[in-house]
């Protein structure tokens, strides 16, 4: 929500001098100290801003600034210079009313400073783009230049304008700036031949002296130092605070943005430097004939180095300073100078030469800025010019100065008053005339064409004869005598014939602001601006495109009679122009006062603003602004400021705003002749009335104030209290479920006590009857296991017999197939070799008769080392194919890359009894000690069986795993195991064939190192135990049977029962590990085996035969057993065909 304020929200004093109450000059004065101290620089008089200089940077010109003041109300912020600029510029944009800005007050006020401050602000608020941007900076950038040129330091001002100054800044219908003319008045260019004492010539000199480069100096004939030029003032050339280099870079830079091209700032330099060169040209007499002196040119290198530097024949300008052409009619004479008129000429060259100078830059800079449609364009005019001066010694200047601000206050009352009134009848209230001092008598002395006192001396300058200042003091004192405002010494006005104060050589004039008294001396000349004929011919001569253009008149082709308009002319001509102009658009006014002569900041000379208030008529301005109402608001911001004081219209007015304010007004019991009510606007007689609401005011919000906090701490201690009930509540609520929980948990933790006690009894009981189930459950199951065992191990011994049998048909099977691949083999073999023959043969015979062709080619030694070389290339081809080709690292893989050439036939079979060799050494070297001993068991398995008994083949494929019966870890041989104090080597079920019937009982056959144990295969009793040094030798059959004896010494402890007849599946196994251990335990070689068909077996005392024979191939069953008779046992062995 905006927040409306008011110019009367926090105000120091009064912030627009309308409400000043009272009204004096004292209080006015004791206003603006007041605000002044507290750094409020600006106050308003209705719609005028009072400006003091603050001669300090105050943070009150800021971007942020900019934003609170754009589009607000004039009276709804403090008083501030953008106030004002929005004001205009809105009114320009919005209601399309041409707008001029008019900045007064003395010199060092700030005017120019409060000009820039317009100018930004109105270029900060309006339109920006590209184009519009590029108008702003060269109108912006136009005010360096200028102030280069144009300014000066003095003793009022360190930067003062030497010139008026007048900016129309062009918009389009959008309120964007496109362009803008500038208009200069009188530029004070005697200043350029002679400064004052503390003064200085204008600023452009300085920096060019100081900014400019060596090489820019050289080439304008320039030394680096101010003493050497006459024109430049030596005693304040550097000013505190200005730095005249940067300056001179700030220059360049801008007349470069403004669109000077580089060869115009080239001229205008040369200018600069060809003003200060003529400063330096001295005169000295030479006597002529005739008896007068001439002036002759005293020391001619400064006027050569000028010469040179605008281009002109140096003879020409010598002479133009020694003579002087006088043009009468048809007639020429020619008249020499004296050394006074050769200075006199020298600087009126100077002066005009730096005048028409500075013309050409604003006409230049206008060309640049200049609109470019020829549309129709909104205008916000900004004029600077000079204030009201009153010096000690006043001259020509200050009257012109003081003339023109005599019509600026002029058009300001026309104009002030004129919009008072047009307010008064807009707003429909009754116009009362308005008593005020009319200065226009003033400005009829000054300018009245037939007795002003510009004409006369117009007249004075035009009259022939001897004329002087005084012939023109004389004639005004006879003309304006009998005028009011002017008084003079020795006009018939007896009045002023013994006032002292008046001299004879001045006339005083009693301006709006104060008395003036004004020396004549020079007012002739200064007038006239004389420069003589010869000089401006010279200058037209010149070869420099720019001094040519500044010189029209010295045309010779142009010759011009008449007298050049007079200064007083041109100048009362351009304000007369000013004002037509002035007057066609809506005048915003900015009064600039001078808080001290010290240029210091925070000191304010009583004295000094009492005199700027008086001649800027701030007072009368006061007056007339509060000749009918002092103050007056629209109804809208008049009811919301005052809706409070009123029951009826507060807090809200639901009707019109104009019945609000008057129930307001009625209900304030103000009395009638205090207000009246316009169209929009209520508008009260008297500042007490405003300040007495104002107060009233105030009680009022402090009591609203306190009703506001009232009603906040109210609430505020309410919320407070009904937050601690709700927490008392829920603090409660949570003691309430804390204590509840634990007794639950007490309660909780009991009950489980019991229910685990409870439970745990009960699960005892049904823990007992289970395990009294499951324990008859598993007896069952035993039975049921052992029963299932004897089953499985007699089916298992039915499958074993079955395979036996399977395995001898597939063996011969096998056999027949074998026999069959071998012929088959040996066919294709043979095959082969024949198609090798041939290939050989034919290779031979190719070989043969290349040979044959190439003999005659080659030396005898040729064929020995074609041969040489094929043989190296067969070995290399035959090695390499070996190395690709090389079997498998298998000791057991027979197979073996064919041999390619017959000649390599002993080296291929060496190199493959060497590569098995090889291979088997490497196999045997990755060996453990338990494998080797392995296969030292079954090598000598093989050389006590091989090709003697038919079940060895069948056994080499099968591990020899000793304990086969796992005796220690078995719990059921736990006995035995227990009983053999030596290493277990073997232990197998074998089966014992009883002599009686031939029939088998399975017995466990143990071998240690030292015995060999028969024990019963379900008890593990140990039914014999030999000692091996007492086993004489083993027998076994030629066949595939199990069979095998063990005949035992002669009178050893084992014999006495007889040699054992068993049979066992590991028959190969058992023979050779008894060997072995046999061997070591007696300490001989070897055991003796015997392997035939038929050998004898001592049965206790009985010998009896054991036979084996072929029988019939049976399926499932091994060898069977059968007594025949008493001395023979037959062992009948299944065919393997
Ligand atoms: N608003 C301001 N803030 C700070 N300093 C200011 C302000 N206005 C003026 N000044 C100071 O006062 C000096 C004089 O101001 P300025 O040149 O505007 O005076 P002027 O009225 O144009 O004088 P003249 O008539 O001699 O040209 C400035 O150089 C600056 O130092
Ligand atoms: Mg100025």
Redesign the pocket.
Known sequence: MEVKTSLLDNMIGVGDMVLLEPLTEDSFIENLRNRFDHNE?YTYIGSVVI?M??????PI?TPEKVEEYRNRNFYELSPHIYALADEAYRSLRDQDKDQCIL?T???????????K?VMSYVAAVCGKGQEVNKVKEQLLQSNPVLEAFG?AK?V???????FGKYMDIEFDFKGDPVGGVISNYLLEKSRVVKQPRGERNFHIFYQLLSGASDDTLRKLKLDRDFSKYNYLSLDSANVN?LDDAANFRTVRNAMQIVGFMEDEVQSVLELVAAVLKLGNIEFKPESRSNGYDESRVKDKNDLKEMCELLGIEQSVLERAFSYRTVEAKLEKVSTTLNVSQAYYARDALAKNLYSRLFSWLVTRINESIKAQSKTRHKVMGVL?I??FEIFEDNSFEQFIINYCNEKLQQIFIELTLREEQEEYIREDIEWTNIEYFNNAVICDLIENNQNGILAMLDEECLRPGTVTDITFLDKLNTVCAEHQHFESRLSKNSKFLTDHSLPHSCFRIQHYAGKVLYRVEGFMDKNNDLLYRDLSQAMYKANHKLIKQLFPEGNPAKVNLKRPPTAGFQFKHSVGTLMRNLQTKNPNYIR?V?PNDK?APRIFTDSLVRHQVAYLGLMENVRVRRAGYAYRQAYEPCLERYKMLCKQTWPHWKGPTREGVEVLMADLQVSTEEFAYGNSKIFIRNPRTLFSLEEKRRGCLENLAALIQKIYRGWKCRTHFLLLKRSQVVVAAWYRRYAQQKKYTQIKSATIMVQSYSRGWKARKILRELKHQKRCEEAATTIAAYWHGTQARRELRRLKEEARNKHAVSVIWAGWQGTKARRELKRLKKEARRRHAVAVIWAYWLGLKVRREYRKFFRANAGRKIYSFIMQRLMQKYFLGLKRDLPSMSPIGGSWPTRPYRFLDTAHTELRSIFHHWRCKKYRSRFTDERKAVFEEKLQASEIFKDKKALYPSSVGQPFRGDYLEISKNPKYQKLSSAMDEKVLLADVVNKINRANGKGTARIFLLTKNNFVLADQKTGQVKASVPLPDLASISVSTQNDGFFALKLKEGSAGATKGDFLLSSEHLIEIITKLRRTGATAVNHDHLDIDISDEFLVQFKQDKVCVKFVQGAPKNGNGASCKRKNNRLLEVSVPSTA
């Open positions: 620089i400006s200089n603050p001669y300090r940077s105050l010109f900045i007050g003395e010199s060092g006020a700030g005017k120019t400073e409060a000009s401050l300014n003095t009022r001002n360190d930067n003062s304008s030497r605070g600077d000079y204030g600039c001078k240029k």
